[in-house]
């Protein structure tokens, strides 16, 4: 949902840390919802991480926004669903294309008890070979940070169907993005942990609420977040 809000350049909180969840973008987006929530699974709303991953493999589902979790359990569990898969970029928005990140880093506390080894060990991780050999461990599900690191032949030849994951590094056009961005920190996080887009969402659809609703309530919690 972040990247479908950035797809329409519908930012809650500026970079500057200014409330703008009050524009025409964030009604465009909340009216978008509207229409796509009346073609998603009725239960869609209570879905926990795995359930869209069902969703597929179960033969009930032809699409979701995923990474390739859902292909990997499938050629595990229903081979046939497995080889009729393929990843495909998102939609383009009237702002771009985005594609959702969620990154991790590697760090070192400060009170190890081996600082040099630790050290030694992700500069060991982070070389060129090491990196290629995780993603192929993960058939590609791990996208390495650098676009330059993006072209390991894994996502070309991992299959069935080969070629299947070949469209999930973000490439071209793709912007990554994290939802509750452009925001500063404290308040992205904020946005981000207690799902403010996809309440809002919920809101104006599920709970018969306007949109106007919908954004005002989301405007108030946003001033909360503001003042902790």
């Not at 954004?215 to 909360?224: K, M, N, T």
Request: net charge positive; proline share 8%; aromatic share 10%.
């Amino acid at each position: 949902m972040g990247a479908l809000f950035q797809a329409y350049g519908a930012q809650l909180v500026d970079a500057k840390g200014n409330i703008t969840v009050k524009s025409d973008a964030v009604k465009q987006v909340l009216e978008y919802a509207q229409r796509l929530v009346k073609v998603v699974p009725p239960d869609v709303f209570a879905w926990d991480d795995a359930s869209n991953n069902k969703y597929l493999i179960s033969g009930q589902g032809s699409l979701i926004m995923n990474p390739p979790s859902a292909w990997a359990v499938a050629k595990r569990d229903n081979p046939k669903v497995a080889e009729q898969c393929w990843t495909f970029p998102s939609p383009k928005g009237p702002q771009g294309r985005f594609a959702p990140g969620l990154p991790f880093y590697w760090g070192i506390w400060k009170w190890s008890k081996n600082i040099p080894a630790a050290k030694s060990l992700l500069a060991h991780l982070s070389e060129r070979s090491s990196i290629e050999q995780m993603v192929a461990a993960s058939g590609g599900y791990d996208i390495p940070g650098f676009s330059g690191l993006r072209e390991f032949k894994t996502w070309a030849e991992v299959g069935p169907p080969t070629g299947t994951v070949y469209n999930y590094p973000p490439r071209a056009d793709q912007i990554v993005s994290i939802a509750g961005a452009p925001a500063p920190v404290r308040i992205g996080n904020q946005i981000y942990s207690q799902a403010t887009i996809t309440k809002m969402i919920a809101k104006c659809t599920q709970g018969g609420e306007s949109i106007d609703k919908a954004i005002g309530w989301a405007a108030s919690e946003l001033e909360g977040f503001m003042r902790t």
